[in-house]
Every structure is written in structure tokens, then in C-alpha cells.
């Protein structure tokens, strides 16, 4: 993508009262789009035009969301936000397990679906660099699964961490004993979604020590670097024992 | 009481028992008596006859022995009864000894009058007494009748005494009838039977009750699992007696019932949620275009507060189901992630320093069933204090507000669906009603409790009490 063309979308939804709606909303935001009702008029869209990214919605009559999602991956390598009405963290993970790149249950803020196009977009634009960007990372016998953002302890407990946690860990885990200073955590933190992590880089840091290391006032893990920073002290290794 | 049995076994095979029991005690008390009067009226029926044969016979010695035997065993063979009693030998006294241990029967007496006056034997006076046998003094007096009674250890039992004078006779005839050894023989054949009756019925009752009881025994296993788990399986199949085989086959129509009514509810609530999220989702963008910002914020809380009714419902529908195993978890740390969110959101709701709890559970419905309580915190009760405890194994999620609390006599109340404390306020803070319900249908998914308690001070406490793993 560059700055000058707008970026494409692809819609699909078989309800005109959400896709019109919505692809007015997109287009006001700055995106070109294009509306598909069904995965066969999508699929007959996609072979004249590539867009940037597709909106895919599940449940439709006729070929579902997920079989068009798992040949757009496949074939054409399109990055794939899903829209669902349902709810369930099962449902998500499958979603993200066909290798869809984002999943937004619906109703969901227009504002929050415009951050989440954006950050797919720049993680796609990344990707050729990353290998697998999905493998899990280890680190001091914990593993953090970024496909289902579950970490777990050296003992397989799982414990509970929010996005912005997740995200805080994922970018030390992403640059190993490497000082950060605060902007640049907050550069790779924030810079998704803007409006999940408003809080101080600082309260995370301490948020995510309370819950990783054996004693948050003497961390081992995240250490404070004098002069404003952190730095991850641990190895990490990836992949640890490969994708389950 | 201990010994009575709870199952239905038990209490027939039980009441059988008992019964058996008292009719054969009943019956042993009947034959008792009516052996008691045969014997008494054998004995004086020997008496009469030895005493007639006298009269007849003066000489008793010339009745042949052998012949004397013969006869004995014919009778004994026609009264097919206890053995017939032998008497002594006669004895001829001016004046019958009257002791004072005997007992004179009148009754008796005058039946023995008739008895020998139908055998042609007219007597002017008669004695029938009971006397002990080692106080009599004619086996006192001969010494080999004495060991003989001595040796057989007879001195206690009874001896009927019979003395008659003849018309004009000046001597009384002294007959004497020991009373002969009870017949244990009875009581031996009684005690057979009750046996055989017993184990004839109880067996008889033990294959019929087994063949009520063990489908029965199915069936409730059965409507247990389908209780605790809403899982409908195949058929039970139709075993036992009519009755019980009708019931079996009424519970799989019912069970099936059941089975339907949940799918279709699921399905239902399935297509209700997906129905009523798309157009939320289109409203949801369209209010995008409101230009006034102040009215676009209402009109988006508005459309979250009808998607978190919509999603306590779903849930509230799905909680019972089974959602894969539950996994150790850091309660600590999801403790701290929820609280920490609503931190995030400028709420007034701190957690309390905790240990490390770890225990088996489904992340995402503990983590709800939270959030629900620390939102009802904070929306009724001013803020949330959050805690993590451990006692007696038992890992607690407690949140306390600083609100009114609950009266005592609501808080059951507040766990139905649909309830909301004060009416009041129900339109100001929306929400279904259901945070409660759910918090607790999530609390039994984990084999727990939801808890709800005021204060002493102020404020109310809800606690999440999870069973040791």
C-alpha cells in the first residue's frame, strides 16, 4: 500500500442493511470499496480485482464465510478480517486457526474495525519478514501462543493477560535483551489501536511484571534499564515445540 | 432408626420377614395349646382306662406283655401324637395322701366320673390332682422306681393323680400318669417349616422386587445424569414387570421431550442473537453520521447496553453446556486482568493483594461471571473492592461495595432472572437483569457457589466460592 492510493476492501455480507451502511461509513473513512452479497459474487469480484483486504462475514446462505476465508488464504494470500454475530471464543479461534488475521464481533464500533483494518494492513506489509509470525514464543519455561494470546507458566497454568499486556510482551519477546525506551514501546504497542492502550507504558510494565515474575519488586525478567527504558532479560526461544 | 432399611428391597423383604414371624409365633402358640389339651386328655384318658381295666381285670398280670405293647403302639399309631403317656401301677389305699404342693381339678374329676360311668364303672368318689413327681411318696417308697426317675431327671415334671372308690368299695385305686417328655418333635417341624416358608418367600419376593428394583436403579441413574447434564442419549430400554416398563418408556418420551425443547431453544437463541446483533451492527454504524457528538455517545451506549442484555441471555442460555475442559488458571492474575479492565476504564474498583491460587477453570465464563459482579459493584454499590482468599481449600472471589447492599429477605430474589434491586433505578442503569443469574450459573458450572451477604457496616459482598480441585 502507498499513501496515495486509497486502500481497497472487499465487503462481503449478505445483509444490505449492515454491508450498505457500513461500506458508506468505510468510504467516508478514506477506503475504496467494493460490495459483495454473497461468496459466489465475491469470488467473481476477486478474479478481476485484488484488493487490499476483505471483510468477510460467516454466517451467509449459500457458501459460508469460513470456506470462502480458507480459499482467499490459500490462494491468494488476501489478509481477512471476519465479522460474526456470534460470540463465542471457540468461534474465534477456529476463525483464526483458517488463518483469517482478525476476527470483529458484530456490533462492533466502526472506529475499532478502522484500527483493526489498519493494523492488519501493517502487519501484512511486515510478514514476508516474519516467517511465522504465529508461532508461539518460550521464554524461562513460559510459552506465549500468539494465535490465541494464551501465556502459560512453566507449570502449563494458564494466566489471564489483557491485549495490551499481550501486546507489551509480545514486542519484548520480539527484541530480547534490547534496551526499549518508552516511546518506542509505546510506538510498537500503541500504534495498532490506539484507543485500547491509553494507559502509561510504565503501569503495563508493572501490570505484566505482577504477573510473570516470582517477585514484582525484584523483577529477573523485564528489567528497568536506568535513564528510561526496559529491557527483556531472558532468551527466547521460537518455535517452542512447534504449532498445536 | 438404624435397622430399617431405606431401599424398597429392604423394606419388603423386611416386611415379609416380620411377618412370616408373627404367623408362625401365632401358630406355635395354637399347636402349643392344642398339644397341651390333647396330652391332658390323654392322660386322664389312660388313667380312666387302666382304671376300668382294673375294675374289669383285677389281675392286670394276666394281660399278656406282648399283647399290652400291641395295643399301646395301635393307639399310639391312632393318635399319631405325642407318645402316649405309660402309667403306674395301681395302688390301693384306704385313704388317697393329699400333699400340699397338689392341685385338685374339679373339671377334670368330673370328667372322669362320666368317663368310667360310660365304661360300666359307677365310682362314689373320685381325685384328680397335679402333683410333682419327686414329691410323690409312693415312688418315694420303692427305691428302684426312685433311681429310675432320679437317673432320668424327672423329679420336677408333673404327674396326674387319679384316685376312685367304687360304689361300696372300701379302697381307693390310685392311678398314676407321669407326664410324658414334650414333644420337641413339634417344635422341630415347626421351626422346618418356618424356615422353608421363609426362604421360599423371601426368594420368590427377592427375583420379582429385583426385577422392579434393578430397572428401577437404571432409570434413576439415568434421569440423574440427564438432570445434571441436559444430554440427551439413546433410549433407555423397557425392562422389568408392565408398570415399571410403562414408566421407563414414559421417561424416554419425556426425556426426548426435554432434549427437543432444549435444542430448540438453543437453536432459537442462536438465530435470535444472530437476528438481532446484524441490525444492531448496521445501527451501530449508522449513528456514525449523527453529528452531535454528545447524542452519538448516548446513542451508543444505548446500543451496548442492549448487546450486553442480548449477550447475558445467549450466555445464560450456553452455560450449562459443556464448554471443553476446564484448565489451571492463575485466578490471581484473571482476577487482576479484570480488574485491571475496568482500571482501564477510569472505574473505581481496586483488587487486594492476593496469593497464587491456581485452579481448574473455564477461563472465559469465570472471567464473565466476574466482571458482572464488579459492574453491579460499582453501579450500585459506589466501587468494588476486589479479593482473592483461600480457606479450607475452598479458592473465593470476593468483590464488596460500599452501596446499601440488598435486604436480607431479597438476596434469593436477586439471583432469579430478571430481578433487579430497586425499581427505580432499573431504567437509569439498564442491563437485563441477568449479571447475577449468570455470575451464579457460572459459579455451579465450577461445581461452586455464588454468595451474596451485607455487611455488618455497609454494602454488599458477592463471593464466587470454588470447590478444592
Known amino acids: 500500500m502507498n499513501d496515495t492510493a486509497p486502500i481497497s476492501l472487499l465487503l462481503v455480507d449478505d445483509e444490505a442493511s449492515l454491508r450498505e451502511p457500513l461500506a458508506e461509513y468505510l468510504t467516508r473513512q478514506g477506503f475504496a470499496v ?12 476477486l478474479r478481476t480485482e485484488k484488493p487490499d483486504l476483505v471483510l468477510l462475514d460467516i454466517m451467509m446462505p449459500g457458501e459460508d464465510g469460513l470456506s470462502l476465508c480458507r480459499h482467499l488464504i490459500e490462494t491468494r494470500a488476501l489478509p481477512v478480517i471476519l465479522l460474526t454475530a456470534r460470540g463465542e471464543p471457540t468461534d474465534r479461534i477456529v476463525g483464526l486457526e483458517i488463518g483469517a488475521d482478525d476476527y470483529v464481533t458484530k456490533p462492533f464500533e466502526p472506529r475499532e474495525l478502522v484500527a483493526r483494518i489498519r493494523s492488519v494492513l501493517r502487519r501484512a ?25 494464551r501465556l502459560t507458566d512453566p507449570e502449563g497454568v494458564l494466566v489471564s493477560i489483557s491485549t495490551a499486556e499481550f501486546r507489551l510482551l509480545r514486542a519484548f519477546l520480539d527484541h530480547p535483551r534490547q534496551v526499549l525506551d518508552r516511546d518506542q514501546l509505546l510506538d510498537m504497542v500503541q500504534g495498532r489501536e490506539a484507543h485500547l492502550f491509553d494507559r502509561a507504558v510504565d503501569n503495563q510494565v508493572s501490570r505484566l511484571r505482577r504477573k510473570i515474575e516470582a517477585d514484582s519488586r525484584n523483577p529477573e525478567l523485564i528489567l528497568t534499564v536506568r535513564g528510561g527504558g526496559y529491557r527483556f532479560a531472558a532468551q527466547v526461544t521460537r518455535p517452542v515445540g512447534g504449532r498445536d | 432408626m438404624r435397622l430399617w432399611p431405606k431401599s424398597l428391597l429392604g423394606q419388603v423383604l423386611l416386611a415379609a420377614t416380620v411377618a412370616v414371624l408373627v404367623a408362625q409365633s401365632v401358630s406355635v402358640v395354637l399347636l402349643y395349646r392344642a398339644a397341651e389339651s390333647r396330652r391332658d386328655a390323654a392322660m386322664l384318658n389312660v388313667a380312666a382306662l387302666q382304671l376300668v381295666r382294673q375294675a374289669e381285670q383285677p389281675d392286670r398280670s394276666q394281660l399278656a406283655t406282648a399283647e399290652r405293647r400291641d395295643r399301646r403302639d395301635r393307639l399310639r399309631r391312632q ?24 392341685r385338685r381339678d374339679p373339671a377334670r374329676e368330673a370328667e372322669l366320673q362320666q368317663l368310667l360311668l360310660a365304661q360300666g364303672v359307677p365310682v362314689s368318689e373320685v381325685l384328680v390332682l397335679e402333683r410333682r413327681i419327686g414329691d410323690d411318696p409312693f415312688i418315694a417308697g420303692r427305691p428302684r422306681l426312685r433311681e429310675r426317675v432320679a437317673s432320668e431327671g424327672l423329679q420336677q415334671r408333673e404327674m396326674l393323680v387319679a384316685a376312685v372308690r367304687r360304689d361300696g368299695a372300701g379302697e381307693w385305686a390310685v392311678s398314676r400318669v407321669p407326664e410324658p417328655v414334650a414333644p420337641t418333635g413339634v417344635m422341630r417341624t415347626i421351626l422346618f417349616q418356618t424356615i422353608v416358608i421363609f426362604l421360599v418367600l423371601v426368594s420368590s419376593l427377592f427375583f420379582l422386587l429385583r426385577r422392579i428394583t434393578r430397572p428401577l436403579a437404571v432409570l434413576t441413574e439415568r434421569t440423574e445424569r440427564f438432570a445434571a447434564t441436559r444430554q440427551a442419549s439413546e433410549p433407555l430400554a423397557a425392562q422389568g414387570p408392565d408398570d415399571i416398563q410403562r414408566l421407563i418408556a414414559a421417561h424416554n418420551a419425556m426425556e426426548a421431550r426435554i432434549a427437543a425443547l432444549i435444542d430448540e431453544k438453543d437453536v432459537m437463541l442462536g438465530a435470535i442473537g444472530h437476528d438481532l446483533k446484524t441490525p444492531l451492527a448496521a445501527l451501530r454504524v449508522r449513528i456514525e453520521s449523527v453529528e452531535d457528538e454528545r447524542e452519538r455517545a448516548k446513542m451508543a451506549a444505548g446500543i451496548e447496553d442492549i448487546t450486553r442484555s442480548l449477550d447475558d441471555i445467549l450466555s445464560l442460555a450456553r452455560v450449562g453446556k459443556a464448554t471443553g475442559p476446564a484448565e489451571p488458571t492463575d485466578l490471581t492474575a484473571l482476577v487482576a486482568s479484570v480488574v485491571e479492565e475496568f482500571e482501564d476504564r477510569g472505574k473505581p474498583v481496586h483488587m ?7 485452579r481448574p477453570v ?108
Open chain 2, 362 to 469: 473455564h477461563v472465559t465464563w469465570l472471567r464473565r461471571a466476574l466482571r458482572n459482579l464488579i459492574s453491579n459493584a460499582v453501579r450500585y454499590g459506589d466501587k468494588a473492592s476486589v479479593s482473592l482468599t483461600e480457606t479450607e481449600g475452598r479458592a473465593i472471589l470476593r468483590v464488596d461495595d460500599i452501596g446499601p447492599g440488598i435486604p436480607a429477605d431479597r438476596i434469593a430474589d436477586m439471583l432469579e432472572p430478571f430481578t433487579r434491586g430497586e425499581a427505580s433505578r432499573n431504567r437509569a442503569t439498564g442491563g437485563a437483569g441477568l449479571g447475577l443469574t449468570l455470575a451464579r450459573a457460572i459459579a455451579e458450572q465450577h461445581g461452586g457457589e455464588l454468595v451474596l451477604t451485607n455487611l455488618p457496616e455497609r454494602g454488599l459482598r458477592a463471593e464466587i466460592r470454588l470447590p478444592s480441585s
Open chain 2, 352 to 358: 487486594i493483594d492476593a496469593p497464587r491460587i491456581v
Open chain 2, 79 to 102: 393318635t399319631a401324637g405325642p407318645r402316649l403317656p405309660r402309667p403306674l401301677r395301681i395302688e390301693w389305699v384306704d385313704n388317697p395322701a393329699r400333699l400340699s404342693g397338689d
Open chain 1, 34 to 45: 467494493q460490495e459483495a452479497e454473497s461468496a459466489a459474487v465475491a469470488r467473481s469480484h
Open chain 1, 125 to 149: 506489509g511486515r510478514a514476508s519478514s516474519e516467517p511465522d509470525a504465529d508461532a508461539p514464543y518460550g521464554f524461562e519455561g513460559w510459552r506465549l501462543d500468539p494465535l490465541k494470546r
